[in-house]
Structure formats: C-alpha cells, structure tokens
C-alpha cells in the first residue's frame, strides 16, 4: 500500500472512529442545554442556584425535570393520582384530534419501556417453526416451564414467547420440545431490536460493520 493510500485509510478510520461519538455529544450537550434554558427561566432568582453560584451549571435544568417527573409519578401511582389519570384520559378521549395523537404517543412509550422490562425477564434468542413446519421466527426462552404444564406434556418442552412484529409487548407464550428448538448466538436486546425493525436490523449487520472498521483501522 503507498504512502497516500495509507494515509487516507488512516483518515478514514479517524472519521469513523472520532465521528459517531462526537456527534453523540454534542447532541446530548445541545439537548442538556435546551433544557437548563427552558427550564431555569421559569424558576425566580432565589430559588435559582446558579444566582448564588453566578456561573452556568450544565445539566441543572435537566435534573430538576427528573426530579420533578419522580415526584409526579409517586403522585401518580396513589389512589388519587390514577383517579385523575383516568379523568384526564377520559377528556382527551373525546377530543377528536388530539386523543389520535396521544394514543400513538402513549402507545410508543408503553412499547419502549415495556422493552426494556421484557429485556431483563428473557433468558435467550431462539428460533421455532411457527406458525407451521418450515416457517421460522424469532422467539425468546422465558422462565422455567410450570411443573403443571411439563407433567401432562410427554416431552421435554421449554416455554418461548414469539412475539409480534413490530410491536414485541405482544404475542403468543407456547411450548416447544427443547430438540426443536435452535438457540442463537445473538442477545436478547439484538433480538428484540431485530423485532421492532421488522429485520431492518439485524445482529449480524452491525458485528460485519463493526469487523469491517476494526479492519480499516488495522490498515
């Protein structure tokens, strides 16, 4: 490989490893100070703690909102709070614009969260034959099978969840024989982001990419 050819590789492996993680920070700074901006201007000077300070605290604003979002969620979850919650649904429900909106809105966070409670319960990525022989789909080993459930089974069976696409929160729990299951080598997170990409993202996609810039990097 010639000088300039090694040294444009290198410039290349620079981009790409110096590109992403700026970017990533400096879209984080710019959103923690959007925020701090929003934020403290509606606290007065004397409950503000950068008058005292007389200096920029970066991220202040943004863990006022944490704070103040724990405490509403602590309202939230007592008697009182879910009355108003049902209340407060109740209204936009019958707003003909606005109850669309926040349907959608509602249902994309349940999705995001319950994803990420859903990561921590599941064991391992498998494929099944579902829903008939020589269809495959993606599906996630849950706990241990019921002692119920194994007693009236003759086989040996682990219970895998197949959820659907590209909404993962549902679909079915079913019991497969443990030699008809095929176990990969991905994690649950890959998999479950495989699932709500409808396979636009794929585990193996991002590994390739990631062996490809080790190697460039290496030249």
Not at 39 to 48: C, G
Not at 81 to 106: C, D, F, N, Q, W
Not at 123 to 142: D, I, M, N, S
């Amino acid at each position: 490989m010639s000088l300039a050819a090694r040294l444009r590789a290198y410039l290349f492996a620079g981009i790409l490893v110096t590109a992403p993680i700026s970017i990533t920070f400096y879209l984080a700074w710019l959103f923690i100070g959007s925020i701090d901006t929003f934020v403290l201007r509606f606290l007065p000077p004397t409950y503000n703690p950068e008058t005292y300070l007389r200096v920029w605290i970066p991220g202040l604003g943004l863990l006022i909102v944490v704070i103040l979002l724990m405490i509403i969620g602590m309202f939230a979850a007592g008697f009182v709070g879910r009355m108003l919650g049902r209340a407060g649904e109740s209204l936009v429900a019958r707003m003909p614009v606005i109850r669309s909106v926040y349907a959608a809105t509602k249902q994309i966070f349940e999705a995001v969260l319950a994803n990420k409670q859903q990561a921590g319960a599941y064991r391992e990525v498998v494929l099944v034959e579902f829903p008939r022989k020589g269809v495959w789909t993606v599906g996630f080993v849950t706990g241990a099978v019921d002692p119920e459930i194994a007693r009236n089974i003759p086989q040996d069976v682990v219970s895998v969840f197949v959820p659907t696409t590209p909404n993962p929160t549902g679909g079915y729990l079913m019991f497969f024989p443990r030699t008809d299951v095929v176990r990969l080598d991905i994690t649950v997170e890959e998999g479950i982001k495989m699932i709500v990409s409808t396979g636009i993202v794929t585990p193996s996609e991002r590994r390739l990419s990631l062996a490809r810039h080790k190697d460039e990097a290496a030249d």
